[in-house]
């Protein structure tokens, strides 16, 4: 049974995973899991860290079924909200339904990917639909790539959410011509950036925080920043865990006012929670 969870907003964390091993994988996958990571777990790490909401974005290894999530987006109603991967094909009636329960967007996770065209007739009528719900869409892909894929998406009028400082290696490069032209796109003010997960771009503390400025000069404010803990860290189990993750953010952001624009304003906005 669903539970009324609606609290005050203490801060979001805006991208963490939840699974089980035994769910039916995606035959394609290029990873699957051999533990569980529950969303009752993913709560208790929020509690802990004194945070209150988050956000779900389903892992690619389970593909376009999303019922482990919507399962604990019912259970958290109002606590949690939802990223799906889906097919673009899907009716509007099965997009309503994701809606109803609390998905906000949709992730294209194009990581060893060919990239298709967006401005295609399939894919306008995909985000003419993502565009009329007032989503997002999240994408994973190396910074290179990200001039390429995200003009057709955002002439569609549909936001966009740029996972783990772009999937960069270490740093954003203001001189490398692939970067600016990524930055550039920024100032559209239509894209919003995920400072999390630094060890995904081969990151310490100090390229993090590197990034973070070169972020904040191209965007020319913080009001496009959110922060994920990228819990359970897949395949960097071993590495991190969400203290480890959490304590980078507090040093990445020591001013208070600034934090909570990135942990509180910010991903409110995007997600549709409500103060």
Same mark, same amino acid.
């Given at each position: !049974? ?9 801060? *979001? ?13 995606? &035959? ?5 899991? &051999? ?61 309503? !339904? ?19 065209? /967006? ?29 390429? #894929? ?44 995920? *400072?999390?997960?630094? /060890? ?41 865990? /969400?203290?480890?993750? /959490?304590? *980078? ?7 208070? &006012? ?5 942990? #509180? ?11």
């Amino acid at each position: !049974m669903a539970t009324n969870l609606t609290q005050p907003i203490l801060g *979001i964390d805006t991208h963490a995973h939840i699974f089980r091993s035994d769910l039916p994988m995606a &035959e394609n996958r290029r990873y699957a899991p &051999e533990y569980n990571a529950l969303a009752s777990s993913f709560i208790d790490n929020l509690d802990a860290h004194q945070l209150s909401h988050g956000v779900l974005v389903q892992p690619s290894f389970l593909g376009t079924d999303n019922r482990f999530m919507l399962d604990a987006l019912h259970k958290y109603a109002g606590r949690l909200k939802g990223i799906a991967v889906v097919d673009p094909s899907i009716s509007d009636a099965d997009l309503d !339904m994701l809606d109803s329960s609390g998905v906000v967007g949709v992730r294209f996770n194009l990581i060893n990917k060919q990239l298709e065209d /967006y401005s295609s007739p399939r894919w306008r009528a995909f985000l003419s639909k993502i565009q009329q719900r007032n989503w997002a869409i999240e994408i994973q892909r190396g910074i290179e790539d990200l001039s390429q #894929i995200l003009p057709s998406i955002l002439a569609a009028g549909v936001e966009v959410i740029v996972d783990h400082y772009g999937r960069t290696t270490r740093k954003i490069d203001p001189n490398n011509k692939q970067h600016t032209e990524f930055l550039a796109l920024l100032k559209s003010n239509a894209i919003w950036t995920k *400072i999390s997960a630094p /060890y995904r771009c081969h990151a310490s503390l100090s390229d993090a925080e590197k990034m973070l400025e070169v972020l904040r000069e191209a965007y020319g404010h913080s009001d496009r920043l959110l922060w994920g803990s990228d819990w359970p860290h897949t395949q960097f189990e071993q590495q991190t865990n /969400y203290s480890a993750q /959490y304590e *980078i953010l507090t040093r990445l952001l020591p001013d208070t &006012e600034e934090r909570n624009k990135v942990l #509180i304003h910010n991903p409110a906005s995007r997600f549709r929670f409500q103060f």
